[in-house]
């Protein structure tokens, strides 16, 4: 079994005033296997988290560690943590021009195993997995991305995850931007990766409508910048009700 173990991460970020800290000491482990839900007002530090493991320039880790089965990940360039087995959904994810969905995949694909798939093997994959997430075949010899609406830009993300099968898959506000039934589409993926591999996951989200379709394990409210509180599942219907305002004032 896997873990991800993050302790005592302190994260700051430049900004024209100077550095401003984000996260404050935040001490979180995921196993193999296991969902965890991140649930927050907007500014609390969630995305920061997402961005600061997967190794973003722009945040930088003053204090903490982040493991992976004991490895040192913040010691890691970003390629080296993708092919380490991490994997983050961005919540804006980026256009590449001139580089087409099929390519894309195949390449990281050998990257991660550091040889080819198979070529047909390798096309029956990505068919198969276009067609869960209702994907245009035609998509495969687009850029990535490029003039993708919110919702195909989603389910390319979770085709990735599919593909891929990292070890552990952050997932940035997946749901925002969705309609109900790209939401439906998106979260089967994540679900049949969850089934089909023992990947990790951390999903983080404002709302509980996601959690209707992915099941976590475990609950995590994250207020100024640290974990103020964690349980299971009913935590997350607990917001629902009573919204984030007894977190909010204490902070």
Same mark, same amino acid.
Do not use: W
């Given at each position: 079994m896997s873990n991800l173990t993050i302790s005592d991460l302190h994260v700051t970020v430049e900004t024209p005033e100077g550095p401003k800290q984000i996260l404050r000491g935040v001490d979180l482990t995921i196993n193999s296997g296991e969902t965890h839900a991140i649930m927050g007002p907007n500014g609390s530090g969630k995305s920061t988290l997402a961005y600061s493991i997967a190794g973003h320039p722009k945040y930088q880790v003053t204090? #903490?560690?982040?493991?992976?089965?004991?490895e040192e990940v913040l010691e890691m360039s970003v390629d080296e943590r993708a092919r380490a087995g991490l994997f983050l959904a961005m919540q804006y994810p980026v256009e590449v021009p001139g580089v087409s969905v099929s390519n894309f995949l195949r390449t990281a694909r050998t990257a991660i195993d550091g040889k080819a798939p198979a070529l047909r093997q390798w096309v029956g994959e990505v068919r198969e997995a276009m067609d869960d997430l209702r994907i245009d075949p035609a998509f495969a010899e687009r850029s990535v991305n490029e003039?993708?609406?919110? #919702?195909?830009?989603?389910?390319?993300?979770?085709?990735q995850?599919?593909?891929?099968?990292?070890?552990?898959?952050?997932?940035?506000?997946?749901?925002?931007?969705?309609?109900?039934? %790209?939401?439906?589409?998106?979260?089967? #993926?994540?679900?049949?990766?969850?089934?089909?591999?023992?990947? #990790?996951?951390?999903?983080?989200t404002h709302y509980t409508r996601i959690l209707q379709?992915?099941?976590?394990?475990?609950?995590?409210?994250?207020?100024?910048?640290?974990?103020?509180?964690?349980?299971?599942?009913?935590?997350?219907?607990?917001?629902? %009700?009573?919204?984030?305002?007894?977190?909010?004032?204490?902070?």
């Open positions: 204090q #903490g560690s982040v493991l992976l089965d004991g003039g993708f609406s919110g #919702g195909e830009k989603k389910r390319h993300e979770i085709l995850m599919q593909l891929l099968k990292p070890r552990f898959a952050i997932l940035d506000e997946t749901d925002s931007g969705l309609d109900v039934d %790209a939401l439906r589409i998106v979260s089967e #993926g994540v679900n049949k990766a969850r089934s089909t591999t023992d990947v #990790g996951v951390l999903l983080i379709y992915i099941k976590p394990d475990h609950v995590h409210v994250f207020v100024d910048g640290k974990v103020a509180e964690q349980g299971g599942p009913e935590l997350a219907e607990q917001l629902e %009700a009573e919204g984030y305002d007894r977190f909010l004032a204490k902070a």
